[in-house]
């Protein structure tokens, strides 16, 4: 049966996360564009560990390690999330897929209020996606990268109250398989 | 019209329907998918508009899960289930 499963950043998966994270298609994409190495990657888990408000995720697709969705400001009232896919294959529907994850899971915390996101204005299938669903863009932040460039990141805000359309809309455009995955989303503890 | 053909139309469809462009001179077998200019919005429309043509989603009926790199692997997929 096809499913999402949302399995939390640990020891074992740190080899794939890594790769996906450090490759140059996803740092040119990130504010933190450098390569992270292991002690980095260690530290980062113990703080996950006693950080109530963080959730890194792999996500996994029938099992198969796919896509990496985090979120921060978890039990207030403005969740931020992103996301990278790591895996090589054309999967249909899948960024869409992480979407659904994203405001299914943020917005499973009764705080919350608004889902944000920020894209840098160069990373052009997120921005098509967002204006696609109808996520408004509320505003543009000029950030430097860790390796000093100059990226304006593009800011998304999805309000609750405004979710189901966006919801519709994007289960519209995916095909049965991510569908299905999407509604037997299941959380790995 | 034969699943290949189906798949081109629809491709084109998608490539418009995404305000998207060929990134190559044509769709060839060895036309890697993540690089052919169809986006990820694009994909997913594409599927679904096959899935409406042709009356089934390859990718929810495989036991396994094998996703394609290319065109080819990609029309592989839906001529295998159309058989």
């Known amino acids: 049966m096809s499913c999402f499963k949302l399995v939390p950043f640990n020891p074992e998966n740190t080899e794939t996360v890594l790769a996906w994270r450090n490759a140059e298609r996803i740092r040119l994409n990130m504010l933190d564009d450098s390569t992270i190495g292991n002690e980095d990657h260690a530290s980062f888990l113990r703080v996950l560990d006693t950080d109530e408000s963080r959730a890194y995720f792999v996500v996994e697709l029938r099992d198969t390690p796919v896509a990496a969705i985090y979120f921060t400001g978890l039990g207030g009232k403005e969740v931020t999330w992103g996301c990278y896919i790591g895996s090589e294959k054309a999967i249909p529907g899948l960024f869409v897929g992480l979407v659904i994850i994203a405001i299914k899971y943020s917005f499973s915390f009764p705080a919350t209020e608004s889902m944000r996101s920020e894209v840098a204005s160069h990373n052009a299938n997120p921005i098509k996606l967002n204006r696609f669903l109808g996520i408004p863009e509320t505003g543009r932040i000029l950030r430097y990268t860790s390796s000093g460039r100059e990226v304006e990141f593009i800011e998304y805000r999805l309000v609750s109250g405004t979710i189901e359309p966006v919801l519709n809309k994007a289960t519209k455009v995916i095909p049965s398989s991510i569908r299905t995955a999407c509604e037997n989303l299941k959380l790995e503890n | ?83």
Do not use: H, W
């Not at chain 2, 990820?40 to 594409?46: E, Y």
């Not at chain 2, 043509?53 to 692997?73: I, R, W």
């Open chain 2, 1 to 83: 019209m034969q699943v290949r053909e189906v798949i081109l139309e629809l491709f084109d469809e998608a490539l418009e329907s995404t305000e998207s462009s060929l990134q190559c001179e044509e769709l060839t077998d060895d036309t890697v998918l993540l690089n052919s200019g169809l986006d990820s919005l694009g994909f997913a429309i594409l599927v679904a508009r096959l899935e409406e043509e042709l009356g089934f989603d390859p990718f929810v009926e495989m036991e396994e899960a094998v996703y394609p790199t290319t065109f080819g692997e990609f029309v592989a997929i839906y001529e295998n289930r159309a058989k």
